[in-house]
C-alpha cells in the first residue's frame, strides 16, 4: 500500500535488508506477504490513488504545499526525510495563512 501511495521504496533501502526482511523483497522489489495476494487484496491496493491525486480530491489552492510538505515528511530514508523544525517552516504553514488567521 505505501508503495502504490507513496511510490517504490529506494533501491538502496532494499539491498540492506536483512535476512528477517528478504522474505519480503522479490528481484529487488518489495514483494506482497505472504498470504495477503487474493485477487481482492491486490485489486483493493490497486485502487488506492497516489498521494497528490489523494490531497487534490480533498484540498483547496494551497494542495501544492500541502503535497510537497508530505512527500518529504513520508520519505522512506530518513536521512532525506523533513525534520519536524523543516516542516515547520515549510510555505504551507507560513504562506498567508498567518493572515487568515485574523
Not at 507513496?6 to 528477517?20: C, E, F, I, N, V
Not at 490531497?55 to 501544492?64: E, K, L, R
Request: glycine share 4%; net charge positive.
Amino acid at each position: 500500500m505505501m508503495e502504490r501511495v507513496l511510490g517504490p521504496l529506494p533501491t538502496h533501502m532494499l539491498k540492506k535488508a536483512d535476512r528477517h526482511a528478504e522474505k519480503y523483497v522479490r528481484k529487488g522489489r518489495l514483494d506482497w506477504p505472504e498470504g495477503a495476494t487474493s485477487r481482492e487484496s491486490i485489486k483493493a491496493v490497486m485502487k488506492l490513488p497516489r498521494l497528490q491525486n489523494l490531497i487534490m480530491q480533498h484540498v483547496d489552492h494551497s494542495a501544492g504545499d500541502l503535497i510537497h510538505l508530505l512527500q518529504g515528511l513520508l520519505r522512506y530514508d530518513p536521512l532525506e526525510r523533513v525534520t519536524a523544525r523543516a516542516a515547520l517552516r515549510h510555505p504551507f504553514f507560513t504562506r498567508d495563512n498567518l493572515s487568515r488567521r485574523y
